[in-house]
């Protein structure tokens, strides 16, 4: 049984040996939800994540060696009426693609994976992150995240939720682009 603390949080940039992985379980997804995908389109969006630019992102979970999850920070641009609150300005991140293998769920993982994305997102000066969620809005609710509005994207029923970044900044540790791979 994997504890935690084991566990180790580094940007995919410096661990790309886990990029075929990471692109396959975003394949997956894709999938599961019915969206048109193939594995290729989904690695070479995923280039773009290990770029040196500051978005998108895409943090990892290892534990030892082992990859077993990951989640994105991504840039949307989100078609809908004006009545709803999503900024359409390119500001707006979007936390995307959060997964972590059957066999390390609840165990804490998914949550040190959003917390290192909310960290990496406030320490490059964002207020806010967004998501949507077809399912597990319970998961989000119990950790602060608000539904903003029902929707549907790709066809499918989703919940658009938002968390305030600002009381991260109480957070003393070290930015996630500056930890070292050893």
Same mark, same amino acid.
Request: aromatic share 8%; proline share 3%; hydrophobic share 40%.
């Given at each position: ?7 180790k949080?580094?940007?995919l940039q410096?661990?790309?040996?886990h990029?075929?992985q990471?692109?396959?379980?975003h394949?997956?997804e ?6 048109q995908?193939?594995?290729a389109?989904?690695q ?8 040196q630019?500051?978005?998108p992102k ?8 082992q ?10 641009s ?14 707006a991140?979007?936390?995307?693609n959060?997964? &972590?293998?059957?066999?390390q ?8 994976l ?6 990496y ?5 964002a ?10 809005t ?8 608000e ?7 790709g066809g499918r029923p &989703?919940?658009?939720?938002?968390i ?5 900044a109480?957070?003393e ?9 050893a």
């Amino acid at each position: 049984m994997t504890r935690k603390s084991n566990i180790k949080i580094r940007l995919l940039q410096q661990a790309p040996e886990h990029f075929a992985q990471v692109a396959a379980w975003h394949h997956q997804e894709c999938e599961r939800q019915g969206l048109q995908s193939t594995l290729a389109i989904r690695q070479q969006r995923l280039l773009l994540h290990v770029q040196q630019n500051v978005l998108p992102k895409t943090i990892v979970a290892l534990d030892g060696d082992q990859l077993v999850g990951c989640v994105s920070l991504v840039n949307y641009s989100y078609r809908t009426d004006s009545s709803v609150l999503i900024p359409s300005n390119s500001a707006a991140v979007w936390l995307s693609n959060l997964y &972590v293998t059957s066999e390390q769920r609840q165990r804490g993982i998914g949550n040190l994976l959003i917390e290192a994305a909310k960290k990496y997102a406030a320490d490059f000066g964002a207020n806010e992150l967004w998501l949507s969620a077809a399912e597990f809005t319970d998961y989000y609710q119990k950790r602060d995240w608000e539904i903003v509005r029902k929707t549907r994207l790709g066809g499918r029923p &989703v919940n658009v939720m938002r968390i305030a970044l600002k009381s991260l900044a109480v957070i003393e540790t070290q930015p996630l682009n500056k930890i070292a791979t050893a």
